[in-house]
């Protein structure tokens, strides 16, 4: 079992700036892709951000290419993601995922969640 535990949502400006942060623990031995979801009302979450075990790859999807960077964090088992210039559109609840795969884009992909952190863009 891993546990993940998201933090670092808030209130923000559009073109503002916020940092996620997932704490991963238990069998964090193993090597998981690690991947950022989003979700809005009574939408399927989509994946935005993933970086794999060793961080050697990342990917992205359109809508927040170059504006977000998904990065291992300097502390064991964390996994962050940096996301400046943020819009009205980027307002969701955020999800950190894991999964044994790298490439999955379907939430049905990976193994294990946080309970999300709510990110809150106004203009």
């Known amino acids: 079992q891993v546990q993940l535990v998201e933090s670092g949502g808030g209130l923000v400006q559009t073109g503002g700036s916020l940092r996620l942060s997932c704490a991963a623990s238990g069998r964090t031995s193993s090597r998981y892709t690690m991947a950022w979801f989003r979700q809005y009302p009574g939408k399927e979450r989509e994946r935005i951000a993933a970086i794999s075990w060793s961080g050697g790859s990342t990917d992205y999807d359109d809508s927040v290419k170059g504006r977000f960077t998904i990065s291992r964090g300097s502390a064991k088992n964390t996994v962050l993601l940096q996301m400046n210039n943020l819009k009205s559109e980027d307002t969701a609840r955020y999800y950190c995922?894991?999964?044994?795969?790298?490439?999955?884009?379907?939430?049905?992909?990976?193994?294990?969640w946080g309970q999300g952190t709510q990110v809150t863009v106004s203009s």
């Open positions: 995922a894991a999964g044994r795969v790298w490439g999955g884009i379907q939430a049905r992909e990976y193994d294990y």
